[in-house]
């Protein structure tokens, strides 16, 4: 591992590559956003790569109408792991970094990714990812269960901290992590589009490769994931409860052993024994009793939804 970051004199030395990754023309303003925040960021020394996964019409569109220092990249192949694949190839930078392509993310963004690798010892750094509500009550979604719509519990994450893996819509990595890893294709389509355990997978497989280097949780690396209505029903949910819970079924049979779940397994814990008891207490004392059942509620069928999922691939893996 090597420094990179800023000379004595405070120019920018490390060059960064920033990879966001995209599939579908309803998303086409949240893209132009989202590039537009990485154009305005505090950090100069960088490259902005678009990925677009297998829609040529997508690609097109882009092309035409972003700016021509931004580089669009269409991926022939389907899957969000062959975009990021794709982009990766095209960077140039000594940090590679991902996000979303509904995120707008803060004008120091990509400046306190870089940091993280003033320590020889980061291979890798994620950070906060925040909700931006369009047309949302927030206060009807347990902070608890942000993980199902893409957000991070800044309650639990809070501090600068060692972790297994980063989010991929607020990632980066050295730029030789990449010279023999890459986002698993066949994980891609075991698991479907279940983002989050391709995140999870790949951090395992950094990890491995570079030991005794750490991937970094930053709370100050920001970035707002829009949530929209259709985020929070409950059909969506409990649709993305079963598929986490049926894919990190799939990730404990592949690294069988190896504790490679003990993350969930710790915030199922403290979900049990210091979330739920804090909002049942709240409940006895007559503070915000109808919003606090209601999330109780929401908690337990959730949990009860991820662990069938998990229960259901574990033991019979034919029918997933």
Known sequence: MYFLGFSDSGVETTTASVILP???????????????????????????IVAVDKNEDLFLKLKDSLSPSVHVVLSTEAGASNARNAGVKMATGDIIAFIDDDVIVNKNWLSMHVRNYEDPNIIGAGGCIKP??????????????????????????????????AFGGNSSFRREVFDDLSFSVSLQNSIGKTRGTEDTEFGIRVLKKFPGCKIMYDPEAVVYHKVYPYRMSLKYVLKRAYSEGASKAYIAKLYRYEGVLSREYRYTGDLFFHFLPTRIK???????????????????????????????????PVFE
């Open 22 to 48: 995209t599939y579908s023309l309803e998303r086409f303003k949240d893209i132009l956003e989202a590039v537009d925040s990485l154009l305005q960021q505090t950090f100069t020394n960088k490259e902005i």
């Open 282 to 316: 709240q409940i006895v004392k007559g503070k915000d009793v109808t919003s606090n059942l209601r999330n109780v509620l929401l908690i337990l069928i959730v949990v009860g939804t991820a662990m069938f999922g998990y229960i259901r691939r574990a033991i019979f």
């Open 132 to 165: 931006l509500w369009i047309d949302c009550n927030p206060g009807k979604f347990p902070e608890e269960l942000y993980w199902l719509i893409g957000c991070t519990n800044e309650s639990y994450f809070e501090k600068t901290h060692g972790v297994r893996n």
